[in-house]
């Protein structure tokens, strides 16, 4: 056999070995691809993107499958800007939100509590998330859309956000609007030490309740929908309920309004938690948002009321 063949041959197979890659920590929202992650989409076409040196990403585009295989530090140099040509396109903006969207997974670990994603089935409720950490241009414009439709919804604001926006976090809650906490700054839950983490959410909800003056919901969203059941128990024992989302908009890619709308409605359901962000698409698919949901004959309140107070 041809030394050459061989040699090339052996080269594979340690290829092969080597791409068995740990899968992504559960729950947790990458904007990079960490592991094994199916996406389907329809028009695809045909489209195969191969990065071999160091970086090894892998993306196979075949009718409506797509595989995107990247290894945990996928997030360096020109691996970030093949992922992102891939995320930001119009073809993978649709197909990241298939896997972003959809019932959050709980990957039950033996953990005594799991994370909220979804409220109580019995009431035709939906509660509308706005995650803020930036964005304080479209916010007062995004509470004029609800207070003209009659909507209350939770805002979950940073610590970092409010201390900087004051005025505007007093005014959501002027408004009657749920305002808890998105953690003291926008931190990765998991990475933090028990202590941080106890500091990420009670610093938070404590920053709230000097501007606000009242005590904010016992709900922490974590910062990127990072969890695990760590966070989870942990937050717990703080009194805290871990709220993820039923459906996620990804509405942070800025696709267009239709998209963001299509996406939100796809959770018509008894309970289900849609997440936003104040971005400029949003705020113009908010109207139709709330006139479908409401034409479907939901009510749209707020996480607490979503799972069940009713008081």
Request: aromatic share 8%.
């Amino acid at each position: 056999m041809d030394p050459y063949r061989q040699c090339r041959g052996n080269m594979v197979i340690i290829m092969i070995k080597t791409l068995r890659i740990p899968k992504p920590q559960a729950g947790r929202t990458h904007p990079y691809t960490t592991g094994w992650r199916i996406m389907t989409s329809k028009d695809f076409g045909v489209r195969i993107l191969l990065w071999v040196p160091t970086g090894l990403i892998l993306g196979f585009f075949i009718g409506g499958l797509s595989i995107v295989l990247a290894p945990s530090y996928a997030a360096l140099g020109p691996v970030t800007f093949l992922y992102r040509l891939l995320a930001e396109s119009e073809y993978g903006n649709v197909g990241y939100a298939r896997l972003a969207t959809g019932q959050a997974e709980s990957r039950y670990d033996g953990s005594a509590v799991k994370p909220v994603t979804i409220g109580d089935g019995r009431y035709p409720n939906v509660a509308l998330m706005f995650n803020l950490d930036w964005g304080q241009d479209i916010v007062p414009r995004i509470l004029d859309v609800l207070e003209e439709h009659d909507v209350k919804c939770t805002f979950f604001v940073t610590g970092t956000f409010a201390r900087k926006n004051s005025e505007l976090i007093l005014e959501i809650a002027r408004r009657g609007h749920e305002v808890a906490t998105h953690g003291e700054e926008h931190k990765n839950s998991t990475s933090l030490r028990p202590r941080q983490l106890d500091r990420l959410i009670l610093k938070g909800a404590k920053i709230l309740e000097e501007i606000t003056g009242k005590t904010p919901p016992p709900l922490f969203s974590p910062p990127s929908g990072d969890w695990n059941s760590a966070v989870v128990e942990r937050a717990s024992r703080l009194g805290f309920q871990t709220i993820l989302w039923t459906i996620n908009t990804a509405d942070w890619q800025l696709p267009p309004p239709e998209v963001i709308a299509k996406r939100a409605l796809a959770g018509c359901r008894n309970g289900a938690l849609i997440l936003l962000h104040p971005t400029e698409p949003t705020l113009k698919a908010l109207p139709t948002i709330i006139t479908e949901f409401k034409s479907r004959g939901f009510t749209l309140t707020t996480v607490t009321r979503t799972l069940g107070d009713h008081e």
